[in-house]
């Protein structure tokens, strides 16, 4: 449920300064004249309007149904009046040799000096159709795009297998001309910036500006480098599976999802959904799956290079401010589909780190360094993160909890099917026997009993991995979550983003919680205001340690805030992805709905047999993914104010703060991403069975633009994700 307002203070402490006041109007278009409520009037910014009602809109709930009866939406990044934003970089623009790349996510600006420094910024994946639809306008080449999906027609559902294809096959050279092209559209980019005058931003081009992409090494020599214990498996000459025989030299990352920043001035990015374009699955020795295991489908975009699975799904530290850094993957950190990175560095004490991996079922991994901070920005504790040990979180009921050592004598106690969420684990197999002949696989556990009789065959992780000592920690960091699984980790919500408050304690967003062929989360942990499983719209969950040390081994978690409609006991957002914290302790929330769920029509809240209609088909009432502050202290402190809200069929990602917090950078990624270029200014007009703050029913007629040409804007124009940033136009700071 919505955290009680007294309850968000307690957890919050005094870490929170005083908010100042301003004034409440809107900037929205065709927002209705109403009372202020008294409660908004005291406030750092005037709320937009979203398509939603809320009870922190200012507008009385009687007025409610009038006030939203008909609503248009802007294919725009919209902020309230007194607000502006500047495009920063979009895809295509020029950085260093290359450009910047497709689908920016996390960013993280590291000051060199006054009003200047570095922006890091993660290229996550390709939106098929815009990036296709789009690509000779906005790059000025043409790819063999319609051989390739020709091929691919006349290969069937299993795709063309490109790796074993002779060099002499012409579509070989295509599709290699395309994947080249779609990863270096890829991985991370660094620009380097310069604040003007009247707050506005330039770009200074210096020669720390790079692109650090999907193929950097394949033909420059700007292999990434690995440190930890998959080193041993790098470089094994035979093994089960595919070994590249690069060593640990890596060609590339990709996948690059959200991240975090030291305070030594390195940023860290997380790999997450790799195995989009490379297989997951590992063998028990911790090789790869053959290339071949995952063909090439206009995805799979490692297949025609032979690129190892093993290698990704990793965290890449980079030095923004070294031009000559393309990289380090920290092995002992985890391979999963990491979406987040916290990390929290005192003086005297071991350096932790927290990520989460987003999946269904996915888990919170906390990395423990072996050896103690001796200064906090001293750029030598990049080494704590070369040795130390992963664990994964244990969430037990009662709001208590325990961190999990994924080492080789750690005991075998999957969770019950039956308390997950679609009543699926998926699980280490433990066969050492099967070899490259043989695909890699994974036990799918559905009943209980499966449970009692794997613990009988396996006893502890080190069972279910072969080799040396090195090599068996390797394979279990390779494996993590299957791993962390077999371990009993809680399966959660798709943990989307990790963030260390002022006071040390750690905020989680979890996405949704739904199940599907991976798994599910428990549903004990992840249930909706009125205890209901699954439920769609996410949580934001606050974790203590025990003693607020960051080795502890103990902790105590609790829910501050449960997306959904305010009607039904929701904060008023759905599906919260990352999360900012500011210097007053103030939280800033962006939301990933799905591309096809926004902005869908809810014509009626029943079905034809007059039952409710699930609430996962209800999340287009909430609009485009947006942008939320919810303060921490105050009157107001616990509720959730809407900030901002994204162009059409985009994410809201990657929000930072310049240390004045004058300026937020901002991602939107994919704009378009379902339509993809708006043509003519095509607009539809949908229904929504939508409900007040107290619960009126009443039809909402929404105005909806048909892709997207943001954010040039003009008609016809292609729709491009770019980095943004937003400033007061008083220049004052934001929060």
Known sequence: MSIKRRDFLLLLGGAASAIALNSLQSCVPNQPKTTVAPELKKFIFPPIKGPMPLATDGIPPAQQQEAYKTYEVVDDLVLPEGFTYQVIAAWGDKVGDSRFGYNNDYLSFVESGKDEGYLTVNFEYISEIPWIQTYQQVIGKSLPFEEAIAALKKAGKKGLNVFTLPDSNPIKAKIREICKEALTDLGMGVISLRRKADG???????????????????EDGRYLKATGPAVAIFNKKNGQGYIDQLGERIIGTFANCAGGTTPWGTVLSGEENFQDQVPEAVYADGTAAEPGTLNFKLDGLGNVFGLAGNKYGWIVEVDPANPDDYGTKHTWLGRYRHEAVGIRVEAGKPLAFYSGCDRMGGHIYKFVSSERVQ?????????????????????????????????????????????????????????????????????????????????????????????????????????????????????????????????????????????????????????????????????????????????????????????????????????????????????????????????????????????????????????????????????????????????????????????????????????????????????????????????????????????????????????????????????????
């Open 200 to 218: 506005s931003w330039e770009r200074t081009f210096s020669k720390a500006d790079r692109r650090i992409t999907g193929i950097s090494g394949l």
């Open 375 to 735: 200064q906090v920005t001293d750029k030598a504790n990049s080494k704590l993160l070369t040795n130390g040990m992963l664990y994964a979180a244990k969430f037990n009921p009662d709001g208590t909890g325990k961190w999990l050592p994924l080492k080789a004598d750690t005991a075998v106690a999957p969770d019950n099917p039956s308390d997950i969420v679609g009543n699926k684990i998926l699980l280490p197999n433990g066969d050492k026997t099967k070899g490259k002949n043989q695909k890699p696989t994974y036990l799918q556990a559905e009943k209980d009993e499966q449970i009692v009789e794997y613990k009988k065959q396996f006893k502890t992780l080190g069972e279910l991995y072969v080799g040396n000592d090195t090599e068996k920690q390797g394979a279990i960091l390779i494996d993590a979550h299957y791993a962390a699984n077999a371990a009993g980790a809680t399966c959660t919500a798709r943990p989307e983003d990790t963030e260390i408050a002022p006071d040390g304690s750690l905020y989680i967003c979890f996405t949704a919680g739904m199940s599907d062929e991976e798994g599910g989360p428990d549903k004990r942990i992840f249930k909706g205001p009125a205890g209901e499983t699954p439920y769609p719209y996410g949580w934001v969950m606050r974790l203590e340690e025990e003693n607020n040390e960051p080795d502890a081994l103990t902790f105590r978690w609790q829910m501050v805030a449960t997306g959904g409609e305010p009607v039904a006991g929701g904060v008023g957002f759905a599906n919260p992805d990352n999360i900012l914290i500011d210097r007053s302790g103030n939280l800033w929330i962006v939301t990933d709905m799905s591309t096809g769920s926004q902005n869908k029509a809810v014509n009626s809240r029943v079905d034809g047999n007059g039952k409710p209609v699930p609430q996962s088909k209800l999340v287009g009432v909430f609009g485009n993914n947006s942008i939320w502050y919810m303060p921490a202290t105050g009157e107001n402190a616990g509720k959730a104010y809407l900030f901002g809200y994204g162009p059409m069929e985009c994410e809201t990602s990657g929000p930072f703060f310049t240390q004045d917090q004058r300026t937020l950078f901002l991602s939107v990624q994919h704009p378009g991403e379902m339509n993809g270029t708006r043509q003519n200014m095509a607009t539809e007009t949908r229904k929504f069975a939508m409900l007040t703050v107290d619960g009126k029913e009443f039809v909402q007629t929404r105005k909806v633009p048909v892709g997207s040409n943001w954010p040039g804007k003009g008609a016809n124009e292609p729709p491009k994700p770019a980095v943004v940033a937003i400033r007061r136009t008083d220049f004052g700071a934001i929060a």
